[in-house]
């Protein structure tokens, strides 16, 4: 039997992000994992270190889902109540304008992938963005 695997992206609220904005933020956010892992040499051809439940969401449904949160804080308690559970997390940083003077800034995150059940007990609460 399939397990019911999905991502969840983050993204502020408060931060009032155009759709284009908040569209690239999230296609970042979700390709993450990817990034992180990638262990090529540069040389053209790109070697990606995936987990079993990684593999296994990205061969299946690849389920993501947007949520928003309320502010830069609310998403680090929601990073961190998400590694205590063993979720992998990755941030995206950056400045909400484009401006480098205006300081980096948490602006987006991903969890998982992981179980649905699972982090639908960290971010049930939440709505879509």
């Not at 990205?58 to 929601?78: F, N, P, Q, Y």
């Not at 400045?95 to 948490?106: H, N, P, R, T, V």
């Not at 969890?111 to 982090?119: A, I, Q, R, T």
Request: a negative charge.
């Amino acid at each position: 039997m399939k397990r019911d695997l999905k991502q969840v992206i983050l993204l502020r609220r408060d931060l009032k992000l155009r759709r284009a904005e908040a569209a690239a933020l999230a296609s970042k956010a979700s390709m993450a994992f990817i990034v992180e892992g990638d262990e090529s040499d540069r040389s053209g051809s790109v070697q990606v270190e995936l987990s079993g439940i990684e593999a296994e969401w990205m061969l299946g449904s690849s389920t993501r889902i947007v949520l928003g949160v309320t502010s830069e804080d609310a998403m680090r308690k929601l990073l961190l109540k998400a590694e205590i559970q063993g979720v992998s997390t990755y941030e995206i940083t950056g400045s909400s304008s484009g401006k480098a003077d205006e300081g980096i800034q948490l602006i987006a995150a991903a969890l998982g992938p992981d179980d649905s059940d699972k982090l639908d007990l960290i971010t049930g609460n939440l709505k879509l963005f």
